[in-house]
Nanobody, 123 residues
Framework: QVQLKESGGGLVQTGASLRLSCAAS????????MGWFRQAPGNEREFVAV??????QYYADSVKGRFAIFRDTKNTVYLQMNGLKPEDTAIYYC??????????????????WGQGTQVTVSS
């Protein structure tokens, strides 16, 4: 059974750092695009970052320079979040795109999703 499981969320103050992890299981994900999305209350799910299968990383403008996405060789992808701001508060989701779509900014390109982890940044 294919499964993505996020961890590492929590409640932090402005300026703090968090590292989210996403453990993928059920098959190999080494040739998938692996992305992070987030959804705040009342908002649509939005793109945060992607680690493409060929090793490039892309970020939303709102997190560029503060967040970093990386992956290991064991089906785990991470999101290092530094300089957190209250507007980063959201549920963060990990996602996998086995078709390696060029439109990796769109949530519709991803077939597999985790259950999400809450990140709350207090001011």
């Amino acid at each position: 059974q294919v499964q993505l499981k996020e961890s590492g969320g929590g409640l932090v103050q402005t300026g703090a750092s968090l590292r989210l992890s996403c453990a993928a299981s059920g098959r190999t994900f080494s040739t998938d695009h692996m992305g992070w999305f987030r959804q705040a209350p009342g908002n649509e799910r939005e793109f945060v970052a992607v680690h493409t299968w060929f090793g490039k990383q892309y970020y939303a403008d709102s997190v560029k320079g503060r967040f970093a996405i990386f992956r290991d060789t064991k089906n785990t992808v991470y999101l290092q979040m530094n300089g957190l701001k209250p507007e980063d508060t959201a549920i963060y989701y990990c996602a996998a795109d086995p078709d390696r779509s060029d439109n990796y900014y769109s949530s519709r390109s991803y077939d597999y999703w985790g259950q999400g982890t809450q990140v709350t940044v207090s001011s």
